[in-house]
Structure formats: C-alpha cells, structure tokens
DNA sequence: GAGCATTTGTCCGTATGTATT
DNA sequence: CAATACATACGGACAAATGCT
C-alpha cells in the first residue's frame, strides 16, 4: 500500500508487535533489513517509526523491546497510589530512593505549600521503576517541622503518604496539581535515561490533610510517555446531584 | 563540550533560536552542513533534534520555521477561549468549520451527554490554526434537539458557546474534561498535517449549563505538541475557606 | 578483568523522490 | 520549467554500550 518502504516496514512490524508481551526483544535492524530487503538505515528509521509512537524502547549495545504503557488517571475522587496502579496494569513496580537531603524550599514551591521561600524542608529524590526500566523521577518536598525524622524513616517504607499516616495520623490527599510536557532539566533526563532531548509528563502536585486542610508536602514527577500515558479527569462545579456522572 | 556533532549542532542552533521570532525561517540543511562542516545527514540529524524538542515544524519543499507554542491552561475557574489565548500569546488565531453533518451519537460520546446511543446529532468539525498553521482539530457534537438551527449559524460565528448563548440563553461551562496525549486516525493525522505518525494531546470535553446543570455538548479537540503545552489545573476538595490558592 | 560478538548510535558520501516557490 | 528544500534510500565505516565467555 505504502510507497514509502520504512513505513511499509513499521506497519508490518507494529502488527507483529500487538501480540508480543511487553518487555519482548525484537529482531535486530540487521536482521530487519535482510528480511524486507531494506538496507539497514531503512530498517533503523522503521524501527525508530516505532519508537515514536511509544511502542519500543531501545537500548544501545542491547536491543529493541516492547514497551509496556500504562495509563495513570489522576482524579480528585482517586487516591494517587502508583504501586497498585502499575501492578494492575500487569507490571512489576518498584521505587528507589535516589537521595535524601536538606534544603531550603524554593519560591514557587514555597508558595505552593503556603510557606515563605527559604524555609528548611526535606528534599527526597526517587526513581520508580517498571518490570526493571525506569519510568519516573520525581521530587517531593517536605517542610522539615512537618516531619523531622523523614531521614529515618523514609528507607523502610514505600511512599511518603504512609510516613505521614502513620507518625503525623494525617490523611494525605491531591488538593492541587498541574499537569503538562516539559523537557526537563540535565539531571531529570540522565534520571529518566532518555538520550535524546524529548518532552515528557511532568505532574505537579500538593498534598494536604482531609481533616484539616493543612498543606503537608508537593511534589513533582517526570515520566517517561513511552512508559505510561497521564490522563487527567477533571469535574467541574456545574453538577447537579441526580446526574449521571460523565460516561467513559 | 559534545563530542557528537548533530547534537553539539543542535544546541548552538537551539541557542540561536532563542531570539528569533516564531515564523522565522532558518537555515538550510545544506547551508548548516556547509557552516558547521558536516555532512548533510549530520546537519539534518540536528534539525531533527530541534523538531523533537518542540522548537521548529519543517515543510517539505518550504523549509525549517521557528514555532510558536502556546500556553493553553484547561482550569474549572477559566473559561475556555481558545481564540483569545492565542491573541494574549501574540499569535493570530483562525478557525474554519471544514464540516458539519448530522450523525447519530456515538456510544461513548452519548454516555457523556448523559444521552441513548444514535441520538440524532449534530457533527461539527472544525480546524484551528494559529500564525496561518494548523494548530488543532476538533469534533464537536450537539444533540440536535438542544440546537435544531445550527446548520444555518454556525458558518457565521466562531464558537458554539456563542451560538448557545445567544439562541438558547444558556450559559455554557467546562463541566469536565479528560486530556491526554494520543495517535490519533488518520483523518486527524491529515487534518493536522502530521507526517510521521506521532502522539498529539487528545481534550475531551462536556459543556453544561451553569444554570441547570444541563449538558448541552461534548467535543474531542487534538492538538500538535509543537504548536501548544495543554496544562492542565486541577484543585481539590479539601480547601479551607480563608486559605490562599495554591501558588504557581 | 580481558576479549569477543552483538546491537544500537553516529557519520560520511551519494543519489533520487517529492513538495514548494 | 527550474531552483530550492526537505524526505527517502543505499552502502560503507567506526564508535559505544551491552552481555557473554
């Protein structure tokens, strides 16, 4: 059908891929340029076709695999809890804490949180991963006198919600968040181990306590779009009780 | 500093870039070979990074010209002008109804309406461009009892709101919305003047009547990553009277 | 650790196709 | 029709990362 024979090639390739589990090697370009008789630059473009349409991950010296994309709906009727959501999408989750430190909260977080710039706070930088690859890197903040032992605790247990559950007996829910792409800073790409300089989901966010409305914690995230696709639900104010809510 | 040239290339242009006006066209893939002392494919290798990096749109046969992106924020407290969002960000917005048919509403879209699946509706299909590009694409529809005269209106005024408004005295609001990013069909890709397939942000929406509660139309709007960042703004329930917004 | 094969990443030169001006 | 500019394609070479022996 196509005339433009890299395309052909991504099409017959994509269909194939439907079927394979995530994480699947793909033939080499080497061995995709013998069987459609293409030299291997139009093998390489059909395979980086694919690639951009967020189907394959590629690793140099490694190979070509199938990605696994899952969605992350962010709602305000939704506890935001990315452990459950990867494990229901079939994927292993883990997260790793990549630092923990002291430093003074910058402007724009600062006002965010409802606190003057400066003030101490927590800085803990985590990667999470999926069946092995790393899908996110985020930033959360922490004022220090909301939480003066974080340093300790934070190794033990998985997300920071719990911490503050568990030692300040507060309910922790999304009160605020913006969503959007960005092409982030030096350090968030080689966190994320993207190469090339490409946009990807940054989602920022504010915590505060169901039962006081106290501002606890913000944060922000960066994650790799082949890796999940952010949905944002949101409800406006116009409802009235007796509707249906809004259908899928 | 970089010891691969497409990429060292691709910052020295990304640099230059900075204080060019959108619309701009810059240089040649020959004439950037030719200054930097690479190949061709070198030269395009590094064009190519700035289009991933949002910053340029090339047209075959044309050339390579700085883009303009906007700022778009989907908020509940903002109402949702697309025409004047360009105008405050400089550009010249335009639209043009390229359809209007009548179709029975499709499944998902009529849960949304809170509707029967094969309601008799209208189908609004409409290009928005920005600097004389196309900049997004969008599907409207509304249940043809809530506006049995579209047909006749719609060619002489920009927005449906405005036609509600004026026709039917109702005030339309953002009641809620979905957005993410998506590989749309083909007649989306056509209609946005994409090449390669590639992911662009999908808003899905439905208007209510603030007054009643009404809904009164839904549409799903794609739009190109490089022509606009959709930033989506999400407050919380949990917000104290007394308490400030939560800063930018 | 060293060495090797595999695989992706970069780069060159050249040629032809296709859309725009 | 001609010139320009981007798009596709080929063949060849070497670099860099990975995985295995």
Redesign the pocket.
């Known amino acids: 059908m196509n ?5 052909e090639t991504a099409e017959v390739l994509a269909a194939e891929l439907t079927t394979s589990p995530p994480g699947t090697k ?1 033939a ?4 995709i340029a013998g069987r459609f ?6 093998a ?2 059909a ?2 076709e694919l690639e951009r349409r967020l189907l394959v991950r ?7 695999f199938v990605s696994r994309r899952i969605d992350y709906v962010i709602s305000r009727d939704r506890a935001p809890s990315w452990h459950q959501t990867v494990r229901d999408a079939g994927g292993v989750p883990r997260s790793v804490v990549r630092e923990v430190r002291r430093e003074p909260l910058p402007g724009a977080l600062a006002s965010r949180l409802g606190r003057a710039a400066g003030e101490p706070a927590h800085l803990l930088i985590r990667q999470y991963y999926i069946d092995g690859l790393v899908a996110s890197w985020s930033n959360e903040w922490i004022p220090v006198d909301m939480l003066p032992e974080l340093d300790v605790a934070v190794r033990a247990v998985e997300s920071v919600d719990e911490i503050l559950r568990q030692l300040r007996n507060v309910r922790p829910g999304r009160a605020w968040c913006r969503v959007g792409m960005e092409i982030p800073a030096s350090e968030v790409i080689a966190g994320l181990e993207i ?2 300089t490409r946009p990807v989901w940054l989602v920022e966010s504010l915590s505060r306590d169901e039962q006081t409305g106290a501002a606890l914690m913000c944060s922000n995230t960066w994650s790799r779009p082949d890796v999940c696709r952010i949905v944002v639900e949101m409800s406006g104010r116009a409802r009235r009780t007796g509707e249906s809510d809004a259908g899928q």
Do not use: K, W
Not at 28 to 31: A, G, I, K, L, V
Not at 37 to 42: T, Y
């Open positions: 005339r433009v024979r890299y395309l793909i080499s370009e080497n061995e008789g293409v030299s291997r630059a139009a390489r473009s395979v980086q590629r690793v140099q010296g490694s190979g070509t190469e090339g």
